[in-house]
């Protein structure tokens, strides 16, 4: 081979060498501002800066309204998640302070010298006017929980404390019924929020001890298994049968059977919205006559 031809063959290969450095180089620049105009969406101030006619800089044409335009409905959904929040807290504001006072009215009425016949009016009055105090809290949090006001914010921790705060809670009502409220000690953990976890527990016993007949028994337990840490609360009360078990996480589901018990029927379905907020799930096993057994999975990692 002549000295001409392998000097062609050199300048090809130099040639060709060249075209894949330059591209790689252009790719990469190009990738480069695909990525600070990510960057730059993400931190709330995206601008489209440059233009040419090549295909990579028309899929970055693309890109730039498709973030403009979800960056305005991101705007759009946390203007509305603001009003959402703005109208509970005034509607909640608003409710409560004349509830407030019906309440304090009762409760002057019942300290007046009444006649016998007019005192269970005003015993009906209080039940009521407190039955209404906690569906307005119920609801309340669960708007804020489905309107994506509330947060969750699950972290690794022992169970063992969170559950000793709902008991307390639970006790002088247990107390009032004559039922025996235990917790078995566990070094069990989980990954949780303590704050809306203990929501859920307190509502888990509450249940059990609203129905719960005098004398009876509620425990509290955990345990943990590979995926899930599992919370339990049973009762011996007069359980649940078959058919009504799935519409019990309904809300303001209440049995026909219990029409005439305290409550508005939205605190098993907080828990519920609660779990599957942080990745779990809550499930109920009963059998009528033999007490019934909720549980309450969260994950472990």
């Not at 006001?149 to 709902?166: C, D, F, K, Q, R």
């Amino acid at each position: 081979m002549t000295a001409v031809a392998y000097g062609i063959v050199i300048a090809a290969v130099l040639l060709a060498v060249g075209v894949v450095i330059w591209d790689r180089r252009r790719t990469k620049q190009t990738m480069e501002r695909l990525n600070a105009m990510v960057d730059r969406a993400l931190a709330g101030n995206f601008t489209e800066d440059s233009y040419d006619e090549s295909l990579l800089s028309a899929l970055e044409a693309k890109l730039a309204r498709y973030l403009a335009a979800s960056a305005v409905t991101a705007g759009k959904v946390q203007g509305e998640k603001d009003r959402i929040k703005s109208l509970i807290s005034d509607i909640a504001h608003q409710i409560r302070t004349p509830l407030s006072n019906v309440q304090l009215y009762a409760q002057l009425l019942a300290e007046q010298d009444l006649p016998a016949e007019s005192r269970p009016c005003v015993a009906a009055l209080e039940a009521q006017a407190e039955k209404l105090q906690t569906l307005i809290e119920a609801l309340v949090k669960t708007s804020r929980l489905e309107s994506g006001i509330v947060t969750l914010h699950p972290v690794s921790g022992l169970l063992n404390p969170m559950l000793e705060s709902a008991l307390e809670q639970l006790r002088p009502k247990a107390a009032a019924k004559g039922i025996a409220l235990d917790l078995t000690p566990t070094a069990a953990r989980a990954v949780f929020d303590p704050k809306w976890t203990e929501e859920a527990v307190v509502n888990l016993l509450d249940n059990a001890v609203k129905y719960t007949p005098e004398g009876g028994r509620v425990t509290a337990s955990a345990a943990e298994y590979q995926f899930f840490t599992c919370v339990r609360v049973s009762d011996t009360g007069p359980g649940i049968s078959e058919e009504e078990q799935p519409m019990v996480f309904q809300r303001f589901y209440r049995g026909p059977a219990h029409q005439t018990e305290e409550g508005v029927g939205i605190g098993l379905y907080l828990t519920r919205r609660i779990a599957e907020g942080q990745g779990g799930y809550v499930k109920v096993r009963s059998r009528q006559g033999e007490g019934s057994e909720f549980s309450l999975y969260l994950p472990k990692n």
